[in-house]
């Protein structure tokens, strides 16, 4: 685990999952997800399905 990885759970799903602030997993999905008010971090699947809709959308 990373020094600086916090666990957190997924507002979506209820996952569980690590996030860091330097070398997260999300760094190698496209940064195309604006960051939401008051909204936490998504898991990786959780994550991945909002960016593939969003490639859809505009796609």
């Given amino acids: 685990m990373n020094t600086n ?12 999952f690590g996030c860091c602030t330097e070398n997260c997993w999300c760094s190698e999905l496209p940064n195309i ?3 939401v008010h008051n909204e936490d971090c998504l898991c990786y699947d959780c994550l991945k399905m ?8 505009v796609g």
């Fill in 5 to 16: 990885e916090r666990k957190k759970i997924c507002p979506r799903c209820g996952t569980e």
């Fill in 33 to 35: 997800m604006p960051l």
């Fill in 50 to 57: 909002e960016i593939d809709k969003k490639v859809e959308q």
